[in-house]
């Protein structure tokens, strides 16, 4: 659903791999536009994978703050400089 989302608005979608994984980064002409990893429910077993893949892309691209879409959860995160908002996937498909 969150890719349908982001395929309506935006061309220039893709996935970021390096030594941790961005789910979707959306660039226009090489700048990043957003970051947005997704995943059910952030827990202890899977917070550190996560935001590190937000916060990598967001490094790859010089760009301070990124999304992790889940099904019910919010927060705001923080790491090496960067801001990754939680937020849960009815408020994200509704912006």
């Keep these: 659903m969150v890719y349908l989302h982001l395929r309506q608005k935006y061309r220039e979608i893709y996935y970021f791999a390096e ?3 961005c789910d979707f980064v959306i660039t226009n002409n090489g ?14 077993d899977n917070i550190n994978r996560e935001l590190d893949g937000v916060v990598e892309a967001l490094t790859f691209f010089n760009a301070d ?3 992790i879409v889940t ?9 090496n400089g960067k801001v990754v908002n939680v937020v849960t996937a009815h408020q994200y498909l509704s912006s």
């Design 19 to 21: 030594k941790n994984e």
């Design 31 to 44: 700048k990043l536009v957003k970051a947005v990893q997704v995943c059910f429910e952030l827990n202890l």
């Design 65 to 67: 703050e990124g999304f």
């Design 71 to 79: 099904l019910d959860q919010t927060d705001r995160l923080e790491k």
